[in-house]
């Protein structure tokens, strides 16, 4: 299958499970994890239609996408892997979403070059929830996920999206997924970025408006 049959099949899957969704009438968008990708293989995505992008690391973005992004301008990119504060400023500069807010130090460096460069309106952000409170994972843990969603909205004023998370991987995913969809209910937030290749449809089904999607796309990574 190439990348466009991937695409498309994908596309049949969340109509699917959209309509098993308790959730109508929500649109769920696909982000495809480039990592590892060339660039021959990006822009077979974004002939398919994909417009959303997302990498772990800054040091590849930097390398791959400001000449993707040149001869593709109406694609976003996403940071979908941790980020370091003293990155942030090379993040802003890479990527349109940071979806991986997740710590009060991080969420201050991040709102203060927010605030200072005018260019970085249209930029909003993720919260990064570490929904099943494991050790070696990033992610703010539910206990301390509220105070810290109200400050990154209220006191650093943040243009808070919603939330994302990746549930441990040998537990099944849809309670969590409730968990995390409950949170975004309480602070009235839109988005919930959550499923990758191997839960997605629990995800949709769950109230994902975003969806990861790496190897259901490009297949395995190299
Ligand atoms: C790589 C990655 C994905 C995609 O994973 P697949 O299982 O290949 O679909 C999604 N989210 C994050 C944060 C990732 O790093």
Redesign the pocket.
Known sequence: MTINDHIHALRQDIEKSSKNSTLNGRSVNILA?S?TQPPEMIEQAIEAGITIF?E?RVQEAADKWPALKEAHPHVKLHL??PLQTNKVKQALELFDVIQTLDRPKLADATAKHHRNHPSLATHHYFIQVNIGSEQQKSGILPEDADDFIAYCKHELKLPIAGLMC?PPAEEPATPHFTALRNMTKKHELSQLSMG???DYKEAVEAGSTLI?????IFGK?L
Do not use: H, Q
């Open positions: 994890a990592k997302g772990n979908i892997g990746i990758m290749s191997g990861r999607i790496g190897t259901g990574r």
